[in-house]
């Protein structure tokens, strides 16, 4: 038999190059298997490194991942170096493997192994066979190994392991520390790894008193009931995401960041006893630690408010409890403090000036019924106090401090609103126009009502002529008697009854002229009404609008005076046909309404719509009466008419008794039942009566008319709305009549002022012609 591994004597060169083959085989599997075998280990042990010091993996887990390794470690040695090695082949595959790669030595190589391994004489003929040895070791004798294997494998594998066992061990050798807790806990030890995250807590904005231990593991507070507490919760090193705060109890919290390494949160109104801790990233030991102990703060048992108000105003003294309180301007207020416990002190902050003012000692005011129930748990002697002005609105807190240091929480806000005094309001009724004519001879009214918080001392009044090259200068002035508007629902003599006032005079035009400043037409005066209240030190004033007046001539003003009644028959036809048609929609309607079932809601809607119209009607003929009335005063003030002097004095005195500053009625219906007197003559008198007529017409027909359409609207029956709807057709027609009357007097008026004007114009005329007569004959 043949031993293709046996020595080649014959054939040294042979034997020489198989043999260095032999060992390059062997270099490149050794580098292979200790690189790959190497860097899983050292990839595993990084891997195993990372999971571990990230992970904190326990017990269970480490020793599995140390059980991997170990297994890892086997299989690719194994796999990669011990089997490669144990399969490399003899001499005979060698030079199999040789002439591969020289295809051209025709297997002389392999021959030549064969023939040295076996018994030469049943190989064959010897001479042949010491042919092909001699030749075989002479072609050796030339060849090298380089380039029948591929080595780069092997060294970059060797290469790539060594790294990595490199890095391993560099990193081992910089962090001992971590490398000896990681190799302990690789082997199912217990040490710890380095706290990646510190958590701190602080409670910032709190006293000093309330820290009653600060240390790096404990902080315990003591703080009043109600305070709330702020946690500031800071992460140094690696700051996680969020962090959690447990309660004793069971009770978590989940914070996220509010900063770069900050997380807040507010306790809010602290009622209990409360310990917490925080945990978060790898932080678990549960330190530091806070604990707060709650204690029931000092507090405020009640407010009395002692109010002496200023004594012009006549205001009672009083005391109030418990509530902000509305004070006059100018009162002194004494402010009492009832403190729980009794022995606490404090000040007051006063707002919006941020004014602390002490506390000072003095009992609580009695309430109503403390004799007899006990209110409070404090001492019924003890109190504080402070004294305040009432000079502008302010709120106040109470700030209080116990013998142990705590402040109450939470000071309420109270108010101390301050009302000023107001200047008294002036509201003209007389004369009801801001600029109006007057003439030499005439009069004008003066009728204002006054109004104060607590009282008028004086009304006075001022004319001024202003036509003097834009200077004002006073030509006259005086004073009115005041009469207190007492309101009828209000008993006794309280102060509000002297609040509003009626103030009147009557002026004399004639009396507006002074020796240096006679009356001329067209002298243009303003007249000023000032009111003085009695608040002291300094009064208030008050001052009305401006009232201008114009000096005019008789002639022109009974020219407007034409014209407004002019404008007046316009509005009195309009208001005839406006109430025709409103009659007529009224009559439609009752022709419409038959039976006596029970009313259509059409109909109402019907019935409102003319309802509406009705009102409008009565609005314009209240416009009437008011238009034709301003122009009887002021015909009545002028005293254009020489046999209206009894007239004048009444209406005057009727007028001077009316603090409405509505229209009223009352003294014109006086004045027209004096015009049936007899004996009663004069234009001015016929004015009145077109004022009384008119009156007449919007009060006892058109509101009559438009109460009797209001009742068929409200009605439920037909029957009873056709009642009312006949009723207010008849007012209508009445009133229609009473019209006409009105347009007939206003006609006969204009006629009459048509005359007058032209008997005035030729009278005007002849008194110039016989100046010009005169002037010519003088010149003569």
Same mark, same amino acid.
Request: aromatic letters at 6%; a negative charge; glycine letters at 8%.
């Given at each position: 038999?043949?031993?293709?591994?046996?020595?080649?004597?014959?054939?040294?060169?042979?034997?020489?190059?198989?043999?260095?083959?032999?060992?390059?085989?062997?270099?490149? +599997?050794?580098?292979?298997?200790?690189?790959?075998? &190497?860097?899983?280990?050292?990839?595993?042990?990084?891997?195993?490194?990372?999971?571990?010091?990230?992970?904190?993996?326990?017990?269970?887990?480490?020793?599995?991942?140390?059980?991997?390794?170990?297994?890892? *470690?086997?299989? *690719?040695?194994?796999?990669?170096?011990?089997?490669?090695?144990?399969?490399?082949?003899?001499?005979?595959?060698?030079?199999?493997?040789?002439?591969?790669?020289?295809? $051209?030595?025709?297997?002389?190589?392999?021959?030549?192994?064969?023939? #040295?391994?076996?018994?030469?004489?049943?190989?064959?003929?010897?001479?042949?066979?010491?042919? !092909?040895?001699?030749?075989?070791?002479?072609?050796?004798?030339?060849?090298?190994?380089?380039?029948?294997?591929?080595?780069?494998?092997?060294?970059?594998?060797?290469?790539?392991?060594?790294?990595?066992?490199?890095?391993?061990?560099?990193?081992?050798?910089?962090?001992?520390?971590?490398?000896?807790?990681?190799?302990?806990?690789?082997?199912?030890?217990? =040490?710890?790894?380095?706290?990646?995250?510190?958590?701190?807590?602080?409670?910032?904005?709190?006293? /000093?008193?309330?820290?009653?231990?600060?240390? $790096?593991?404990?902080?315990?507070?003591?703080?009043?009931?109600?305070?709330?507490?702020?946690? &500031?919760?800071?992460? @140094?090193?690696?700051?996680?995401?969020?962090?959690?705060?447990?309660?004793?109890?069971?009770?978590?919290?989940?914070?996220?960041?509010?900063?770069?390494?900050?997380?807040?949160?507010?306790?809010?109104?602290?009622?209990?006893?409360?310990?917490?801790?925080?945990?978060?990233?790898?932080?678990?030991?549960?330190?530091?630690?806070?604990?707060?102990?709650?204690?029931?703060?000092?507090?405020?048992?009640?407010?009395? !408010?002692?109010?002496?108000?200023?004594?012009?105003?006549?205001?009672?003294?009083?005391?109030?409890?418990?509530?902000?309180?509305?004070?006059?301007?100018?009162?002194?207020?004494?402010?009492? &403090?009832?403190?729980?416990?009794?022995?606490?002190?404090?000040?007051?902050?006063?707002?919006?000036?941020?004014?602390? !003012?002490?506390?000072?000692?003095?009992?609580?005011?009695?309430?109503?019924?403390?004799?007899?129930?006990?209110?409070?748990?404090?001492?019924?002697?003890?109190?504080?106090?402070?004294?305040?002005?009432?000079?502008?609105?302010?709120?106040?807190?109470?700030?209080?401090?116990?013998?142990?240091?705590?402040?109450?929480?939470?000071?309420?806000?109270?108010?101390? #609103?301050? +009302?000023?005094?107001?200047?008294?309001?002036?509201?003209?009724?007389?004369?009801?126009?801001?600029?109006?004519?007057?003439?030499?001879?005439?009069?004008?009214?003066?009728?204002?009502?006054?109004?104060?918080?607590?009282?008028?001392?004086?009304?006075?009044?001022?004319?001024?002529?202003?036509?003097?090259?834009?200077?004002?200068?006073?030509?006259?002035?005086?004073?009115?008697?005041?009469?207190?508007?007492?309101?009828?629902?209000?008993?006794?003599?309280?102060?509000?009854?002297?609040?509003?006032?009626?103030?009147?005079?009557?002026?004399?035009?004639?009396?507006?002229?002074?020796?240096?400043?006679?009356?001329?037409?067209?002298?243009?005066?303003?007249?000023?009404?000032?009111?003085?209240?009695?608040?002291?030190?300094?009064?208030?004033?008050?001052?009305?609008?401006?009232?201008?007046?114009?000096?005019?001539?008789?002639?022109?003003?009974?020219?407007? =005076?034409?014209?407004?009644? @002019?404008?007046?028959?316009?509005?009195?036809?309009?208001?005839?046909?406006?109430?025709?048609?409103?009659?007529?929609?009224?009559?439609?309607?009752?022709?419409?309404?038959?039976?006596?079932?029970?009313?259509?809601?059409?109909?109402?809607?019907?019935?409102?719509? &003319?309802?509406?119209?009705?009102?409008?009607?009565?609005?314009?003929?209240?416009?009437?009466?008011?238009?034709?009335?301003?122009?009887?005063?002021?015909?009545?003030?002028?005293?254009?008419?020489?046999?209206?002097?009894?007239?004048?004095?009444?209406?005057?005195?009727?007028?001077?008794?009316?603090?409405?500053?509505?229209?009223?009625?009352?003294?014109?219906? /006086?004045?027209?039942?004096?015009?049936?007197?007899?004996?009663?003559?004069?234009? /001015?008198?016929?004015?009145?009566?077109?004022?009384?007529?008119?009156?007449?017409?919007?009060?006892?027909?058109?509101?009559?008319?438009?109460?009797?359409?209001?009742?068929?609207?409200?009605?439920?029956?037909?029957?009873?709305?056709?009642?009312?709807?006949?009723?207010?057709?008849?007012?209508?027609?009445?009133?229609?009549?009473?019209?006409?009357?009105?347009?007939? $007097?206003? @006609?006969?008026?204009?006629?009459? #002022?048509?005359?007058?004007?032209?008997?005035?114009?030729?009278?005007?005329? #002849?008194?110039?012609?016989?100046?010009?007569?005169?002037?010519?004959?003088?010149?003569?």
């Amino acid at each position: 038999m043949s031993n293709p591994n046996s020595n080649l004597t014959s054939t040294p060169n042979v034997e020489r190059l198989l043999g260095a083959l032999r060992r390059r085989l062997r270099g490149t +599997v050794f580098f292979y298997g200790v690189g790959t075998v &190497v860097g899983i280990v050292a990839a595993w042990l990084v891997f195993s490194y990372l999971a571990d010091w990230g992970l904190r993996v326990p017990k269970f887990g480490r020793i599995f991942n140390g059980l991997i390794l170990l297994g890892l *470690f086997s299989a *690719f040695l194994w796999r990669d170096l011990i089997r490669p090695l144990r399969r490399i082949p003899g001499r005979a595959g060698l030079a199999i493997l040789f002439e591969r790669s020289h295809p $051209e030595l025709r297997e002389l190589l392999v021959s030549a192994v064969q023939f #040295q391994g076996a018994n030469r004489t049943e190989a064959g003929n010897p001479a042949l066979i010491e042919h !092909v040895l001699r030749d075989a070791n002479e072609r050796a004798g030339g060849l090298s190994v380089k380039g029948i294997l591929d080595e780069r494998p092997g060294r970059v594998r060797l290469v790539l392991g060594t790294g990595a066992a490199l890095v391993v061990a560099l990193f081992a050798f910089a962090n001992p520390t971590h490398t000896e807790i990681f190799l302990n806990r690789m082997v199912g030890g217990s =040490m710890l790894w380095p706290q990646r995250t510190h958590l701190t807590l602080e409670v910032p904005a709190l006293d /000093a008193i309330a820290r009653v231990i600060d240390t $790096e593991e404990l902080l315990a507070l003591r703080i009043a009931r109600g305070t709330d507490v702020p946690i &500031v919760i800071r992460a @140094a090193g690696e700051v996680p995401d969020d962090v959690r705060l447990h309660f004793e109890g069971g009770r978590d919290l989940l914070l996220t960041r509010s900063g770069k390494n900050v997380f807040r949160t507010l306790l809010r109104s602290c009622q209990d006893d409360v310990a917490l801790y925080a945990t978060g990233g790898d932080d678990e030991d549960g330190l530091p630690r806070i604990e707060v102990e709650v204690l029931q703060p000092p507090d405020v048992g009640g407010i009395a !408010v002692a109010v002496q108000p200023p004594a012009y105003s006549g205001l009672p003294n009083e005391v109030l409890f418990d509530r902000d309180v509305d004070v006059l301007a100018g009162s002194q207020l004494r402010v009492h &403090v009832l403190p729980l416990p009794s022995d606490a002190t404090g000040s007051v902050r006063l707002l919006p000036t941020d004014v602390a !003012v002490p506390l000072a000692s003095l009992p609580f005011p009695a309430r109503a019924g403390d004799a007899n129930e006990d209110a409070s748990a404090a001492d019924p002697g003890a109190g504080l106090y402070f004294d305040h002005t009432a000079v502008s609105s302010i709120g106040f807190r109470v700030e209080l401090t116990d013998d142990s240091g705590l402040t109450n929480p939470d000071p309420g806000l109270f108010r101390i #609103q301050v +009302v000023e005094d107001r200047a008294p309001t002036i509201d003209m009724i007389a004369p009801s126009r801001s600029e109006f004519e007057i003439v030499l001879g005439g009069a004008i009214p003066l009728r204002a009502r006054v109004s104060d918080d607590f009282g008028v001392e004086q009304f006075a009044w001022r004319a001024e002529i202003t036509s003097l090259d834009n200077d004002r200068v006073e030509v006259a002035s005086g004073t009115c008697a005041l009469n207190a508007i007492v309101d009828p629902a209000a008993a006794g003599d309280s102060p509000s009854d002297r609040r509003t006032f009626l103030a009147t005079t009557r002026l004399e035009v004639n009396d507006l002229a002074t020796p240096e400043i006679p009356i001329t037409v067209d002298e243009r005066y303003l007249f000023e009404l000032v009111a003085t209240d009695n608040r002291a030190p300094e009064p208030n004033v008050g001052r009305s609008l401006p009232i201008r007046a114009r000096v005019v001539t008789p002639e022109e003003l009974l020219r407007r =005076m034409q014209e407004r009644l @002019a404008r007046a028959r316009l509005d009195t036809l309009s208001l005839s046909n406006l109430q025709t048609e409103k009659r007529q929609r009224v009559e439609d309607l009752i022709e419409a309404l038959d039976g006596d079932g029970v009313a259509d809601a059409g109909e109402a809607v019907a019935i409102a719509a &003319v309802l509406s119209g009705q009102r409008r009607v009565l609005g314009d003929a209240q416009a009437l009466a008011r238009d034709l009335a301003a122009v009887a005063e002021d015909i009545l003030y002028a005293r254009l008419d020489e046999k209206a002097g009894a007239l004048l004095d009444r209406y005057d005195a009727l007028a001077s008794t009316n603090s409405d500053l509505r229209f009223r009625q009352a003294p014109w219906r /006086a004045l027209a039942a004096t015009a049936s007197e007899p004996g009663a003559t004069g234009f /001015a008198l016929n004015l009145v009566q077109l004022v009384g007529l008119a009156i007449e017409i919007s009060e006892d027909n058109v509101r009559l008319a438009a109460s009797a359409l209001d009742e068929a609207e409200r009605a439920l029956e037909t029957g009873v709305r056709v009642d009312a709807l006949v009723r207010a057709s008849e007012l209508q027609s009445a009133s229609l009549v009473r019209i006409d009357a009105l347009l007939d $007097e206003l @006609a006969e008026w204009d006629n009459f #002022q048509n005359i007058l004007s032209l008997t005035r114009d030729i009278l005007n005329r #002849q008194k110039a012609l016989r100046e010009r007569t005169q002037k010519f004959a003088t010149e003569k």
